[in-house]
T-cell receptor, first 113, second 116 residues
Framework: DAKTTQPPSMDCAEGRAANLPCNHS???????VYWYRQIHSQGPQYIIH???NNETNEMASLIITEDRKSSTLILPHATLRDTAVYYC??????????????FGQGTILTVHP | NAGVTQTPKFRVLKTGQSMTLLCAQD?????MYWYRQDPGMGLRLIHY???????AKGEVPDGYNVSRLKKQNFLLGLESAAPSQTSVYFC???????????????FGSGTRLTVV
């Protein structure tokens, strides 16, 4: 699975959009980009995933560059409850790895009042 | 629908003691996983199971054993606890390798284990 690079921390004002970047320059054609978050002391929570098209759901939007070497998770109107560690994970769609997700260090997002 | 339930939520063990962590899911998921999380680190996969009666090693399996006798339950055992096993343990489940791409994983709320 491709390695990902995320900034260790970011700040955002409440009500503003939070844009979390992720670099995955070695991503291959059948690898998806997943985003999870972990609020303090809780288990990780699935946010969104995508292959090459931009995706949007009730939680967030995922923008993947045309060359797929990087992506951005967008929380359109951040709230204090969005303060968490955000993990960007790249995972193959096939093979024998049985869907195992490899979590890196992630980005600590702090939303300020 | 409870999702993924882990018991116990907290536990303190003495070095050398044994214990079993229980993970139960009510979503009819095929795949289940045990992770550990240490301060400043991401989650690391200990063991996983792709179905009832099957288990496999993850990245950090040493010192742990697992069993999946029933589809809904995945047990993590520590035969002789060591201080290095002090951690937060998370269980997760997913339906299948294909649908995990659609649904993602569902995680439990964690078990905080301290070995003294």
């Amino acid at each position: 699975d491709a390695k990902t690079t995320q900034p260790p921390s970011m700040d955002c004002a409440e009500g503003r959009a939070a844009n979390l970047p992720c670099n995955h320059s070695t991503i291959s054609g059948n690898e998806y980009v997943y985003w999870y978050r972990q609020i303090h002391s809780q288990g990780p929570q699935y946010i969104i995933h995508g292959l090459k098209n931009n995706e949007t759901n009730e939680m967030a939007s995922l923008i993947i560059t045309e060359d797929r070497k990087s992506s951005t998770l967008i929380l359109p109107h951040a709230t204090l409850r969005d303060t968490a560690v955000y993990y960007c994970i790249v995972k193959k769609a096939g093979g024998t790895s049985y869907g195992k997700l490899t979590f890196g260090q992630g980005t600590i997002l702090t939303v300020h009042p | 629908n409870a999702g993924v339930t882990q018991t116990p939520k907290f536990r303190v063990l003495k070095t050398g003691q044994s214990m079993t962590l229980l993970c139960a899911q009510d979503m009819n998921h095929e795949y289940m996983y045990w992770y550990r999380q240490d301060p400043g680190m991401g989650l690391r996969l200990i063991h996983y199971s792709v179905g009832e009666g099957t288990t496999a090693k993850g990245e950090v399996p040493d010192g742990y054993n697992v069993s999946r006798l029933k589809k809904q339950n995945f047990l993590l055992g520590l035969e002789s606890a060591a201080p290095s096993q002090t951690s937060v343990y998370f269980c997760a489940s997913s339906y299948s390798y294909r649908t995990v791409l659609l649904d993602g994983y569902t995680f439990g709320s964690g078990t905080r284990l301290t070995v003294v």
